[in-house]
């Protein structure tokens, strides 16, 4: 065994002076490998950072356990039930509280755009939205000043909103304005809290974050009892949504009486669909990426072929005096096919710089999304890994010719 280790460590080195006597050469034949290495821990490491951006877009956004549920007219009913036939209520809300175990809070809403006015200032077409106090640990924002939403201020229709900090600007309200009053619509709204403002840009995101303004439900509907409704839900766990799904099913259907050929008057979704929909995108990418690192590994690894044949050529009086002296057919297979893997190597090891350099582009654009791409370690392994078995596929015909050369042929060889 000491002895096989010896020789394999003394080909290995054999194998890296044959690069080195051959640089230009070696680097050109290994061209392709390097495209391919290079394009593929550059496109993982990509995929996975833009998955880890994605999610914590998701997160910051509307959260990773986040559900929507709203009434929907089947297609085999439109211009037979309208959307007040369909339109999800309070009651549903409850009854979802009470019998779908994955749903862990759930506030309805509804939204207007309405004119906002404070003393000289005016905001035309602000979103004023209608929620329970349940919203603010559904939407996991809370109030930086003043008091959040209670249940009474539901129950009672009470004029009351909560506003953030883009409202303070474009009102130019006072600091800090808990206390103040403002007319929404035309009526007039006391405002008791301050929210911190949700950033708006990102891929949820509309741009600038702009004027919000949140009142009780009950009180929006009393302004507006013919806007949308919709519900918001938190699921218990972000793998929950196949359960979660299913329960609000079975929920809404028992409380509509709907049978089992009825189709569904109401659709949902959850933030996991994105999840998918990125996964199943970034699929298809891995799959192109593969067919144009394949092409690259092939024609990399015909050159190592080529290469590695004219090399044979090259050194057949050198494997004829080998053999002379004693060599065997599989030291000198060895041998060659060894020097195959180490060039292949080697051009995988000059892709994983070219990638690294990639991935510290980013880093230089302004304003771009991911401004940390970290190599990935599958990347480098998968790349690496592959580099070395095109030597070892494209090597071993070469390693084979010049294991079977004759010895007195090759010692005559010109």
């Known amino acids: 065994m000491g002895a096989i280790v010896r020789l394999l460590w003394q080909t290995v080195f054999l194998a890296i002076g044959q690069v080195w006597a051959n640089k230009i050469r070696a680097v050109l034949t290994a061209l392709g490998i390097i495209i391919g290495v290079a394009s593929v821990i550059s496109v993982i490491s990509f ?59 759930l506030t309805p809403l509804c939204q207007r755009s309405w004119e906002i006015a404070y003393q000289q200032e005016t905001v035309r077409g602000a979103a004023i939205w209608g929620v329970w106090p349940s ?7 809370q109030v930086e000043l003043g008091r959040p939403l209670s249940r009474i201020d539901d129950e009672e229709r009470r004029h009351v909103c909560l506003i953030n900090e883009v409202a303070i600007e474009e009102l130019k309200l006072d600091v800090d304005p808990v206390g103040d009053y403002i007319l929404i619509n035309g009526r007039r709204f006391l405002i008791i809290g301050v929210l911190e403002t949700k950033d708006g840009g990102g891929i949820f995101g509309g741009g600038q974050p702009r004027t919000e303004m949140y009142i009780p439900f009950n009180t929006h509907k009393m302004m507006d009892p013919y806007s949308g409704t919709w519900f918001q839900a938190n699921m218990v766990d972000a793998d929950a949504s196949v359960e979660a799904k299913a329960e609000v099913r079975f929920v809404l259907r028992t409380h509509r009486g709907l049978s089992g050929d009825d189709e569904d008057t109401f659709d949902m979704d959850v933030v996991a669909s994105a999840i998918d929909f990125f996964n199943n995108f970034a699929m298809v990418i891995t ?13 990399g690894g015909i050159g190592i072929m080529n290469i590695m044949l004219v090399s044979v050529s090259e050194r057949t009086r050198e494997i004829g005096l080998r053999k002379a002296m004693g060599a065997q057919p599989p030291v000198v297979l060895m041998q060659f096919l060894v020097e195959a893997v180490v060039l292949c190597v080697v051009g995988g090891l000059v892709g994983l710089a070219f990638a690294f350099f990639v991935t510290l582009i980013p880093k230089a654009i302004p304003d771009f999304p991911l401004d940390d791409v970290p190599l990935s370690f ?22 084979i010719k010049a ?5 007195i042929d090759a010692l005559r060889h010109e």
Request: glycine content about 10%.
């Open 47 to 105: 995929l996975n950072a833009g998955r880890d951006w994605m999610l914590n877009q998701i997160d910051s956004a509307v959260g990773s356990r986040t559900m929507w549920v709203w009434g929907e007219v089947p297609d085999s009913q439109r211009g037979v039930m309208s959307w007040s036939d369909v339109r999800v209520t309070t009651y549903e809300a409850n009854l979802l509280l009470e019998r779908a175990p994955s749903i862990e809070d």
């Open 135 to 141: 919203w603010h640990d559904v939407e996991a924002r």
């Open 287 to 299: 799959g192109g990426a593969t067919v144009v690192v394949a092409i690259s590994l092939f024609v």
């Open 378 to 399: 599958w990347g480098v392994v998968i790349g690496m890994s592959f580099s070395a078995l095109v030597g070892v596929v494209f090597g071993i015909l070469p390693a």
């Open 403 to 407: 294991a079977r050369l004759n010895p």
